[in-house]
């Protein structure tokens, strides 16, 4: 990369240290003291940085790499070239994880848009009737409704709306242009640009003389710890509550429908799309762009491939994948048996 | 649902209204004033409180109910457990739907996000040649462009964005953050936190020179009463309009082209897209996640299953999915061959 | 159209101005100082109107236009009806981009929101350290953030929120409601309304004691003459930079994962979401509601059909479609032999 940077950056630290951080062995006769100045990508590591090694895809860049050290596993340590320092660890990704925030502290949460330490903007619109903690950032052109309350050590993004009664817990980031309504958001939540919670869920009675709307008067729930990204959409409960678990961690474009209930730790990426009354156990994890319908139920730990849609409950632990989901070595089977039938067409 | 609850609730509704307002027969010897102070959902629904059942999956439920009262079909009833009145009814959703508005009133619409009853806020932005009728609430940061026209009891939400010369019914609810510009919106419309209306269409002359853009000087016509969920964007036409038909429901990240024809009461699911210069009559339902080519016609009254890709006219109440859509006898059957093949082939 | 339009028109011109625009040759006969006062789609345009013909399919419309002159290619011109003037060219879409920019020039860039030619409004939000050259446009309610850098000739939109150190080029026009940050953006750029560019990519180091951030420290760079669409959102790098090459065209609600490299040139249809890491090459060409896998490369001029999902590789020139993306001959001979088991099936 080539300046500017948007983060400060610590000057250096020792590959002591690094290695004590992520559990490694420095190999015997390496300077415990040299210093390290940056982890980079492996193809563009120079000396005094470091790198790291996931994905095999990316082997045979580590055979040229001009880094000084590369974290990586056991089995791709003989292939680290002469000269370079191998620090062998057991999962890479989460060794160079630590690495980087040990760099970049400040990274680990999004920075405030308008200033850093900036403390509560004149130009922002709280109502007389709303509650902020001490040590609350609100930038300029944020809105607090009436009644909302906001935790201390929480930041509201430029623009940024928190509609009525709407209750934010310490330790948050409320990206710029997010709206917030009929929610009770945790601690240590992170929120990206453009999400919007709590808006009513799509209900309607339908009938040949028009579709008459059904009040939505649940709330949306989310619990500490939470990641979503921007754009994406979390509609409130028709008369349950939607609710989103601690620990999960949402992508960008995703969307929920009123009553969902997403369990603990799970993980959606980007433009996936959850129908009403659903329900996710803990730790599921579902690929980009996959619908699942609504009313149903995913086990605990069940994975679902990318670009699945699943209509039906998954056991717990389950790995499906296809459309309509099923578990993916009949997936898999079903894909290669209708291409040797259209070779065979042919 | 603990406190806080979001909106206002009626105290309470007798047995015997609730009967009325839903045209069912109390049963005998139900007492009429018996009151009831909340619906809620079956399985957590208490004495004094009202539930329903419409879909058959939470049968189980109904059977051990501690609801006093249940709307519910002809067919259920005997279903009902016993010290619970049943309230048979032709459609219980539509019941519920009218039970629960009942109790919420004030949650047929959106409810304003900075304060209830706000008037025009000082920290709106109106641009002097804006006309705003009387009984309109603009809250902070809302801007309203140049000659643009908003009615009478609408609620323009917080940072919402009015463009130039843009004009807005009477009796609409235009949400925080939406961006509505090239538009012409009717009465009663409701649009949801970030609906980007009335943008450019994505329309370019191509070559290897690179790609010229092509002026899109058409607009964008809603028509009354259609309601756009969060963060969904409606492309203004190129040479023609883009017209949303009346009553029609569009739920949250939904994208529309340019040209496009929405007639009226249809209902478009979450994430669905329609292509460029396509036109959909009246009634028509499409589910989540599918993708409709352009300039093609969906006849009146055709429903597109979830997650289908319509490459093709379909005619008037044509029931079509999967991939590319077809009569979804022909898409069951050949799903079931190709799962056979795979078993077969193992 | 009925009244009103939202942008200027050119009061006429003349047949055979047109014709020296398009560079096609007037008919012998023609008048050509006859006005032309408008553009017009082909079954809608009267006497004095231009029109074209670009789709075969509306070639019945063309047997039957009002139009006063018809842009086609040689193949359609003895299609035109007598008494209508054909005007021969090349690319009846190119030529009626030229004519259409003619009568409007001013619809080649989004208009502002509030007014136009509106200065730096004293609604807006400019941090003390920011560089704002002379010329820019900053409507109510924008943020333009510590550090950050805005060239002259370009407009920030309405409640637009630019980051700390951000730094946009000149006369771009940057959406009401989108968000900026961790972002170098060129010239002449397009991000329409709701685009959020910059934020964290979705990094996590996921474990059974749950889900770590992994700081993301890259940047968005956005190249010359670049279009992306309402509410699309493109993450920043984790530790390279995420890159939208010269002159793409990005559509509505696209995602764009961190350290993603897009070529110049390319084309992305609305609802795509390209994953993590992933190359486009220059001039790729992706069909709405596609998704592309993260870690592969899409070669130079390579298509993609609609509603594909790519998982591997596509060579340079490729043409591919389905689920997974295949060559488009294998693609067709699979439908078509699915297709016929299920008839034999029945």
């Not at 240290?17 to 415990?32: C, F, H, N, R, Y």
């Not at 045979?60 to 370079?84: D, F, H, I």
């Not at 930038?139 to 409704?145: I, R, S, T, Y």
Request: charged fraction near 15%; aromatic fraction near 4%; charge should be negative.
């Amino acid at each position: 990369m080539t300046e500017p940077t948007f983060f400060n950056k610590v000057e250096s630290l020792k590959l002591g240290e690094i290695a004590e951080l992520v559990s490694a062995q420095l190999p015997e006769g390496v300077d415990a003291s040299e210093a390290i100045h940056a982890v980079a990508p492996i193809e563009t590591a120079l000396g005094g940085q470091i790198s790291f090694l996931d994905n095999p895809k990316y082997l045979p860049l580590l055979e040229t790499t001009q880094a000084t050290a590369v974290l990586c596993s056991k089995r791709y340590a003989p292939k680290v070239p002469e000269g370079v320092v191998a620090l062998v660890v057991g999962n890479p990704y989460d060794a160079f994880s630590i690495v980087s925030t040990a760099f970049y502290p400040e990274a680990i949460k999004p920075l405030p848009y308008f200033e850093s330490d900036g403390g509560i903007s004149q130009a922002a619109h709280i109502h007389p009737t709303a509650k902020v903690e001490k040590g609350v950032c609100i930038e300029p052109g944020a809105n607090v409704g009436a009644g909302a309350e906001i935790g201390s050590g929480t930041t509201l993004g430029a623009n940024a709306v928190i509609g009525q009664g709407v209750r934010i817990g310490r330790n948050c980031h409320i990206g710029a242009n997010a709206v917030i309504q009929h929610s009770l958001v945790g601690d240590h939540v992170i929120l990206h640009p453009g999400v919007c919670c709590g808006q009513d869920g799509f209900g309607f009675s339908m009938s040949p003389m028009g579709h008459k709307k059904v009040p939505q008067v649940g709330r949306v729930i989310i619990q500490d710890h939470v990641e979503i990204g921007a754009n994406s959409t979390i509609d409130r409960g028709a008369n349950r509550d939607t609710i989103i678990g601690e620990g999960t961690k949402i992508d960008n474009q995703v969307q929920i429908g009123h009553n969902v209930e997403v369990g603990r730790h799970c993980v959606l990426v980007s433009q996936v799309g959850i129908s009403g009354s659903t329900r996710l156990e803990d730790f599921v994890a579902i690929g980009g762009q996959s619908g699942v319908a609504g009313h149903i139920t995913i086990g605990m730990g069940a994975q679902i491939a990318a670009v699945s849609v699943v209509r039906e409950d998954v056991p717990a632990g389950g790995r499906f994948g296809g459309v309509p989901a099923k578990p993916v070595k009949q997936w898999f089977r079903e894909m290669a048996a209708l291409k040797k039938l259209a070779e065979k067409g042919n």
